[in-house]
Nanobody
Framework: QVQLVESGGGLVQAGGSLRLSCAASGNIIRNNVMGWYRQAPGKQRELVARITDGRITDGRITTYADSVKGRFTISRDNAQITVYLEMNSLKPEDTAVYYC?????????WGKGTLVTVSS
């Protein structure tokens, strides 16, 4: 079983920056994917960014939602099994609960989420 604990959410003005962290513990298996989804009020949960652990491919592969490309950067520290989301040039439409996830063998494990609020 895997446990995920997010941190780093908060209130920021438009144009500002935040850094989210997600620490994983438990039965972490190689060849996994970790990343972030978000859910705004009244909307469906959507993928923000994900990153492989680089065990299969030569290097880590990242994927971003079009809405955050060029503004958000995902990274991970395999030694400490932590994934980060650096968010710059934040917009009010980035306001949401951000959920960290861990995926292995087609199964997702979710964190409890951290709220990001961007004021205009």
């Amino acid at each position: 079983q895997v446990q995920l604990v997010e941190s780093g959410g908060g209130l920021v003005q438009a144009g500002g920056s935040l850094r989210l962290s997600c620490a994983a513990s438990g039965n972490i298996i190689r060849n996994n994917v970790m990343g972030w989804y978000r859910q705004a009020p009244g909307k469906q949960r959507e993928l923000v960014a994900r990153i492989t652990d680089g065990r299969i491919t030569d290097g880590r592969i990242t994927t971003y939602a079009d809405s955050v490309k060029g503004r958000f950067t995902i990274s991970r520290d395999n030694a400490q099994i932590t994934v980060y989301l650096e968010m710059n040039s934040l917009k009010p439409e980035d306001t949401a609960v951000y959920y960290c996830y861990y995926r292995y063998n087609g199964i997702n494990t979710w964190g409890k989420g951290t709220l990001v609020t961007v004021s205009s």
